[in-house]
């Protein structure tokens, strides 16, 4: 359990360093946009690019494994939705709801966890897991928000939107790149790559750090009803769902299983409040399921990292 500890500690040391900078430094959340930038176009495109470009192609085209991740993930989302609009009634608040349920922080937590709780062999599965979840979310959920809000740009217009975003997403084309390297077998100048390898080892730190100082600057203003019950998804289901469906329809290797499952335990994403701000509902839920699940993973996620490290994942029907 101590190996365990030293592991998860460091990750959730620096959340809790930023929320404590955050609380005691009073810097204007505008200030955080240029780290913002930092992280979402320079740092964590390298980190997904080299994770990609470093992996067998072979190892890419795991259809299984794509099949039985993205089931599982829409399961979820769907449950979520369902018990959003239930004490909702209002679909586009329920549709920005169901990532407090279903999206983890893939992006800032999950590449670096994973990668130091599992290793190496951990880099194929997080790639597909996140190209994969980044396409589900970025396109559904727009989408529903575009049904239940017809005053808006409309269903088509939101959908070429929704395209155009996914297509131009830093690390949408950070994974293209680097699908296509592994695939041309193509190996960058020695400079290029150091670069790229100092900007991948910044990624998890600034990451997890802003991340820290984001949730220190949103207030815990009460907690809706609906959003103790997604944190539990996000936190217990999601898991556990994941496990269920990797098992079922594998077997897998084990290593993919422990990096799915734990890509599956990561707290609600900042994305959740991002994309309720732009749409301008859910803002304040939004927050606290961002606040509530981060603080309440110290304890589930070390808990599935536990089970990665002793083999307790392993499951036979």
């Known amino acids: ?25 009073r810097i204007p959340d505008s200030g955080l946009a240029w780290m913002d930038f930092f992280i979402l176009y320079v740092a964590l495109p390298a980190l997904f690019y080299r994770i990609l470009a470093q992996t067998p192609f072979e190892q890419l085209n795991n259809i299984p494994f794509i ?16 018990v959003a609009f239930a004490i909702r009634r209002d679909l586009a608040a329920s549709a920005i709801a169901s990532l407090a349920g279903a999206y983890g922080n893939i992006g800032y937590m999950g590449p670096g966890l994973a990668l130091a709780t599992v290793g190496a062999q951990a880099a194929a599965p997080v790639a597909l897991i996140f190209a994969i979840e980044t396409l589900l979310f970025f396109s559904i959920v727009p989408l529903l928000v575009a049904v239940a809000q017809p005053g808006g740009k409309g269903f088509r217009a939101t959908a070429r939107e929704v395209l155009r975003r996914i297509v131009l997403h830093p690390l949408m084309i950070a994974s293209a790149l680097g699908a296509l390297s592994a695939a041309l077998r193509f190996e960058p100048p020695v400079a290029l790559d150091r670069l790229l390898q100092f900007l991948q080892n910044a990624a998890a730190p600034c990451a997890l750090f802003t991340l820290g100082v984001t949730v ?17 998804i996000k936190l217990v289901v999601h898991p556990a769902v994941a496990l269920f ?3 079922a329809l594998g077997p897998f290797n084990p290593d993919w299983v422990s990096t799915a499952v734990l890509m599956a335990a990561l707290p609600p994403a900042l994305s959740v409040f991002v994309l ?42």
Not at 3 to 17: E, H, S, W
Not at 67 to 82: D, E, I, M, Q, R
Not at 217 to 224: A, D, I, K, Q, S
Not at 283 to 305: C, I, K, Q, Y
């Open 1 to 25: 359990m101590i190996d365990v500890l030293n592991l998860a500690l460091p990750y959730f040391g620096l959340i809790f360093l930023g929320v404590a900078c955050g609380r005691l430094v």
């Open 245 to 247: 469906f990797l098992t």
């Open 216 to 232: 220190a600057l949103r207030r815990l203003e009460g907690v809706p009803a609906e959003v103790p019950p997604l944190v539990l």
């Open 67 to 82: 099949v039985a991740t993205t089931l599982s993930t829409f399961l979820v989302l769907a449950g979520s939705l369902a």
């Open 276 to 317: 309720a701000r732009q749409y301008d509902t859910w803002v304040r839920p939004a927050s606290s399921s961002v606040l509530l699940g981060t603080l309440l993973s110290v304890a589930t996620l070390t808990t599935v990292m536990w089970l990665v490290q002793h083999g307790g994942l392993v499951v036979r029907f």
